[in-house]
Structure formats: structure tokens, C-alpha cells
């Protein structure tokens, strides 16, 4: 393994333990699950607000409703609301955890952090190549190191760093690169 503080070259071999590809799952389906329901969430809360005060608007102008009777109606509409909402995001959790169990991160892989960006290429026949450019923020996570690319991740366990300080040197190295390859694509 290179000196992790090195500018140059950084190189190391690493096979993932069943803990470190259950935290990754956990974490990018976490993350997955939260983006998809942000948007939607706050579109869908504001439309059910609008149309349930119309709802009860409405009914209460016509004498569908008494007004001793709107807070419990109210009350019943937001509870299932917030119910929905909230059932949503833990079925698109489950369905990324699902997801990404199928992911191919078994095996040894074989890491290459250059001037380029990064190679890795796995037992299985797997080689990808990013430039800094494609990665966008990079994470340290005490156990595992998090590079962001798109919605995909790659992790880096702390394990392969010689100690704290190496990690924390490669993190910072890493972080510039990826900063000056968004700088350079600026216009």
C-alpha cells in the first residue's frame, strides 16, 4: 500500500466483510429511499393539505359537516397522511436494501486512486474507471470511506489505511482532486 498522503498513486487490494457490504447497503439505500421520497413528499403534502381544507371547506358550507365535527375529521386525515408518507419511505428503503443486495461487491477488488481519477476492477471480471470529474463528494464515515458518483457509491473500508491520519490525508487529497475537476468543468 502507498502512502495514502501521496499525490501521485495510491494503491490497495480489499475484500469486503459481510458487515462492511451491510453498512453500504444500509447507507445508500438510506439515502436512495430519503431522495426519492423528498420531492414527492413535499408535493404530495401540500397538494393533500390544499384539497383536504377544500374538502372540508366545501362540506362545511354545504352542512355536510358540523363544525363541532371538523377537528376530529382533521385529526383522522392528517394521521393517515402522515401514515402514507411515512409507509412510503420504509417500502422504498426495503425495495433499495433489495436492490442493492444484488450488487456485485463480493469478492477482492483491486483499487487504483491516480491523477486520472479511479480504477477498480474486481474478480469478477468488473473494471470501471472514473475520472475526478464523475465523482462527486467524497465521505469519511469513520468505518468506511464513501465516494459518490451519480446515484452509485463506492466504499473504501478504514481497514486498509495504515491509521486514522492516513485515512483522514487520503480523504483530503481526494476531496481537492474531486474539487478541482468541478472547477476545471466550470465555464
Do not use: C, H
Not at 439505500?29 to 431522495?35: E, H, I, P, S
Not at 421520497?37 to 358550507?61: M, N, P, Q, T, Y
Amino acid at each position: 500500500m502507498n502512502n495514502a498522503s501521496d499525490q501521485s498513486e495510491f494503491q490497495f487490494v480489499a475484500t469486503y466483510g459481510e458487515k462492511e457490504l451491510r453498512a453500504y447497503q444500509k447507507l445508500m439505500a438510506g439515502r436512495y429511499a430519503r431522495a426519492q421520497s423528498e420531492g414527492a413528499g413535499v408535493g404530495i403534502l401540500l397538494a393533500a393539505i390544499l384539497i383536504l381544507g377544500l374538502a372540508v371547506f366545501g362540506a362545511f358550507k354545504l352542512g355536510f359537516v358540523e363544525p363541532s365535527a371538523v377537528r376530529p375529521v382533521l385529526y383522522t386525515a392528517y394521521f393517515a397522511f402522515l401514515t402514507g408518507v411515512v409507509g412510503y419511505y420504509f417500502v422504498m428503503r426495503a425495495y433499495f436494501r433489495k436492490f442493492l443486495r444484488t450488487d456485485l461487491r463480493g469478492g477482492t477488488w483491486n483499487y487504483t486512486f491516480a491523477s486520472y481519477g479511479i480504477l477498480y476492477s474486481s474478480s469478477n471480471l468488473i473494471e470501471v474507471r472514473l475520472s475526478w470529474r464523475a465523482v462527486s463528494a467524497v465521505e469519511d464515515l469513520g468505518r468506511l470511506v464513501v465516494f459518490r458518483f451519480g446515484a452509485q457509491g463506492l466504499i473504501i473500508p478504514s481497514r486498509v489505511f495504515a491509521n486514522d491520519a492516513a485515512r483522514l490525508a487520503f480523504v483530503a487529497s481526494t476531496a481537492a482532486r474531486i474539487k478541482a475537476a468541478a472547477e476545471s468543468t466550470r465555464p
